[in-house]
């Protein structure tokens, strides 16, 4: 079946460091990719997506390439802050909408 | 009222009762979604509403009985829960099936 696997949490960064959050995927057929994003005491909420190989999702200074060939999707930001804290979903989306969500990333940003 | 709304935000019942909770999404979508997110588990998809019928049951137990009347509306009934159904239950809808998903902030659950 289909499975979304994320870089397990939590991760702590100080304000203005890089981050990367690992995703990689497996789904028969070419699904769509998202990344959301939680915050306490929220329901999620689309950060980005890619619909196709190569297509390159970006919001908010985030940013996600959607690679066929090594079936992955990591979300990057270059420079963070305190308010990116919060718990990151890498997901993807078949035709039949199965929906498949990875197990989130608890990301906290320190001043 | 904008989005996804549910209610109630927060639901304390006993295994014996009874009760439903309530989407509704004011986005003209045509694919509605349950999801159950717990402390240390993966969000697991429930159900799948697409054009009010159900296109997916995720080996739910029956003791939970979704409802979708329109395309606007989604409920899910509870009755004679077990303590380990305490999570937070999220509604989402769509547009289409691949398309990316709205959430509702959900309805915070506690089964005594």
């Known amino acids: 079946g289909d499975s979304v696997t994320q870089m397990e949490g939590p991760v702590t960064l100080s304000e203005e460091a890089f981050l990367t959050i690992n995703c990689t995927y497996t789904?028969?057929?070419?699904?769509?990719l998202f990344w959301y994003v939680q915050y306490p005491g929220e329901g999620l909420q689309l950060l980005l997506k890619a619909t196709k190989a190569d297509d390159k999702g970006s919001n908010k200074g985030f940013e996600a390439t959607y690679r066929k060939e090594t079936t992955s999707f990591h979300l990057e930001k270059g420079s963070v802050q305190v308010s990116d804290s919060a718990v990151y979903f890498c997901a993807l989306n078949t035709n039949a909408g199965k929906s498949t969500f990875g197990d989130g990333t608890t990301l906290t940003v320190k001043p | 009222e904008t989005g996804v709304t549910q209610t109630p935000r927060h639901l304390v019942m006993g295994m014996t009762n009874k009760k439903s909770l309530k989407c509704e999404q004011h986005l003209g979508h045509n694919a509605m979604y349950w999801y159950k997110q717990s402390a240390k588990k993966p969000l697991e998809l429930m159900f799948v509403?697409?054009?009010?019928?159900?296109?997916e049951n995720n080996s739910v137990p029956s003791r939970f009985s979704p409802e979708c009347p329109n395309s606007s509306h989604l409920f899910l009934h509870l009755h004679t829960l077990q303590p380990e159904d305490s999570a937070l239950y999220l509604c989402a809808s769509s547009q289409g099936l691949r398309d990316e998903q709205f959430f509702g902030p959900g309805t915070r659950l506690t089964v005594l």
């Open positions: 509403y697409n054009f009010k019928e159900q296109t």
């Open positions: 789904a028969t057929g070419y699904p769509s």
